[in-house]
């Protein structure tokens, strides 16, 4: 499993680095998204810009730098040629929902770097077999924010008990996508604990997540903290990782149970 986590801060991911974070993720996204998200508790970042790539891509060592950029537009072409040329690893297109989108995205990169589709609007969902039948998608990422907005849910997590992720996944793994689901929170942190969302997105078969809020919460103000909570994500990931089908089908009954309490 690799973990991301949505960072600028130069210590912070000189430290990242140090302790093997897969991969420093810079986001470039504002077009719509306040407008989408802004009566949630979720991460917009405003302060994020195409020089962090250039400041931020000679530090790494053992990460790679990903780039969400915004949803297709007039300026598309100039924004991904330049996070290229600024040396990101990864680009991320967000809120796609149509075929040309995708093909104007992988046409301006043309191979040049991985590329991650951000799968996250009903209309994506509805159109994903001629999305997938596309070449040149490395990896997608199901974003549960902004799609469960989009399907007119209470609350994100209800995505994973609903059905509509598993008929996704099972598309990807046809086609042999790598992919990754949404966020995680700390073991213990989270509306729902990070062990027991863990163990569902290993059971689908994802292999990235995201950090979330409350990783980022627990960094600003101990660094010690933050990697003890890493350890015990992995932990949890090896126990997972070794899980018998009970395990999965002990778990996802227990998430049912708190999505059901929760939207209730």
Request: aromatic share 6%; net charge neutral; charged share 25%.
């Amino acid at each position: 499993m690799k973990f991301m986590i949505i960072e600028n801060n130069i210590d912070l991911i000189k430290f990242y680095d140090s302790i093997g974070i897969d991969r420093i993720f810079i986001d470039l996204e504002v077009l719509g998204k306040k407008e989408r998200q802004g009566h949630l508790d979720t991460v917009i970042t405003l302060n994020h810009s195409i020089t962090d790539i250039n400041k931020i891509k000679p530090l790494l060592k053992k990460s790679k730098l990903l780039v969400r950029v915004n949803p297709i537009n007039i300026n598309s072409k100039y924004e991904i040629e330049q996070c290229i040329q600024n040396g990101a690893d990864i680009i991320m297109l967000p809120m796609f929902k149509r075929v040309n989108e995708v093909k104007e995205f992988l046409t301006i990169i043309g191979g040049r770097v991985r590329t991650c589709l951000l799968l996250e609007t009903s209309e994506a969902v509805c159109r994903i077999d001629d999305i997938l039948d596309i070449p040149g998608i490395d990896e997608v990422h199901i974003g549960l924010n902004d799609l469960h907005l989009a399907y007119g849910l209470d609350f994100m997590f209800e995505l994973l008990t609903g059905g509509i992720i598993e008929l996704i996944v099972n598309k990807l793994k046809k086609k042999n996508i790598p992919f990754g689901i949404g966020g995680i929170a700390t073991c213990q942190g989270g509306a729902i604990n990070g062990r027991i969302i863990l163990g569902e997105y290993i059971r689908l078969g994802a292999t990235q997540v995201i950090l979330s809020r409350s990783f980022k919460k627990i960094v600003e103000n101990s660094k010690d903290l933050f990697l003890k909570e890493i350890n015990k994500l992995n932990n949890e990931l090896n126990y997972w990782n070794h899980a018998t089908d009970n395990d999965f089908y002990n778990n996802r009954n227990i998430l049912k149970e708190k999505v059901l309490e929760i939207i209730n």
